[in-house]
């Protein structure tokens, strides 16, 4: 059976000649597993999301050698609304994936992009809001709520289109620690619904809900043992 993530011997670079971000890195993530991943700023984790997600190489240019599988396929050969449906990612700043006025319509636009049916749209947004906890938000604006409450929503937005992996990227970083403490919650919510997860930050504390934790240090991955270094 194929695992959720599997990367193989991954490397990448920018542009030719330049450092090598990521060297040689391999990960493995199980079905229901909660995988953190810790390291220095500028190590290269927001790149090693990029990899994962498919934004590296469908978005950004550079040289990518290596796999990233995902259920068993290759990123390279996966479309991005393939790997929309199979993978969400769930960045550092909320306001970088809201944009409509109203809960209601930024859960809807994934979807309606997708063409599913309207019955099925609003079935799935009654479902997400009740999992993250926001119903009685649902005709709100995003812009006038929380910092906690909106990545709540930049959450909500991801899992309308059903994935099966979820990647944050340092999505904790810029909210207070009720909204971390419900974040952490609707992540080990989505656990029990085995749904897979990576969670990169610089923060070990944000980790404390992770099966394990992994160093991202020299481009490679090490397992945690109390250093980042």
Known sequence: MSLPIEVKDLSFQYEEGAAKILRH???????GEIVG???????GKSTL???????IPHVYGGIMEGEVLLN??????????????????VF????????????????????????VPRAEIAR?????????????YRHANPQQLSGGQRQLIAVAAVLCLQPEILIFDEAMSQIDAEGRAKLKAVMLRLKDQGKTMVMIDHDLD??????????????RLFPYTGSLS
């Open 124 to 136: 799935r947004i009654e479902e997400v809001l009740a999992i993250v906890g926001m119903q009685d």
């Open 25 to 31: 890195l391999d990960l493995s993530v199980a079905k």
């Open 72 to 89: 068993g396929q290759s990123s390279r050969e996966l479309s991005l609304p393939t790997i929309a449906t199979t993978l969400g990612l």
């Open 49 to 55: 999301c990029f990899c994962l997600s498919g934004i």
């Open 206 to 219: 944000n980790l404390q809900i992770a099966d394990r934790v992994l160093v991202l240090k020299e481009g």
């Open 92 to 115: 550092q700043n909320p306001d970088h994936q809201l944009f409509a006025f109203n809960v209601e319509d930024e859960l809807a636009f994934g979807p309606e992009n997708l063409c």
């Open 37 to 43: 991943i810790v390291g220095l700023s500028g190590i």
